[in-house]
């Protein structure tokens, strides 16, 4: 294979990634956000405008969205997997898609929720403002964690493969 095929087979790849990401992530980002934004707005009102009560609000709320939206689409997509190879997803179902869920999003998210995305997001009220704040925290957070749970997903995704 020479150094061109090389770098479109990588660029391929690569982009496959990104794309495959994208469609995985995007809903449950989108849902995530709004729900920092509401739970933001409620400890910005009900806390005085303390950044630190809205950057940890925020990020309940973020986790929840997001959280809630990963569940539900892993599990209808190992439900499907399941009745192609016409297996019961049930409890061994259930019990799979947990353990991959945690060792996707286990490591960031210990790294991330109690520690980097409320203090981004404190910072970011501190110096933007509650609204602007709160969505640069945000950012600074998901690139953060989305590096660590990308790369854990592709690995998880891989093991998975070799046991089919």
């Known amino acids: 294979m020479n150094n061109q095929s090389l770098r479109k087979n990588i ?25 920092a934004f509401a739970a933001g707005a409620y400890a910005a009102n009900h806390f005085n405008n303390n950044a630190l009560a809205i950057g940890y ?3 309940l709320g973020e986790t929840i969205g997001f959280y809630t939206t990963i569940i539900t689409q892993q599990v209808r997509e190992d439900r499907k997997q399941a009745q192609r190879n016409q297996q019961p997803y049930g409890f061994q ?3 799979s898609t947990s353990w991959d869920l945690i060792r996707e999003f286990g490591l960031a998210e ?11 997001k ?13 969505l640069a925290g945000k950012l600074v957070g998901d690139l953060m964690y989305f590096i660590i749970a990308g790369t854990c997903h ?7 493969e070799k046991k089919i």
């Open 57 to 59: 609000a925020a990020t």
């Open 122 to 134: 404190a910072l970011g009220t501190k110096v933007l403002g509650p609204e602007t704040g709160i």
């Open 154 to 160: 592709e690995l998880t995704k891989r093991k998975k």
């Open 11 to 35: 660029a391929s790849e690569s982009w496959r990634l990104v794309k495959e990401k994208f469609t995985r992530y995007l809903p449950a980002e989108l849902i995530g956000t709004a729900s």
């Open 93 to 95: 179902g259930a019990l």
């Open 110 to 120: 210990v790294i991330d929720t109690p520690l980097i995305r409320p203090s981004a």
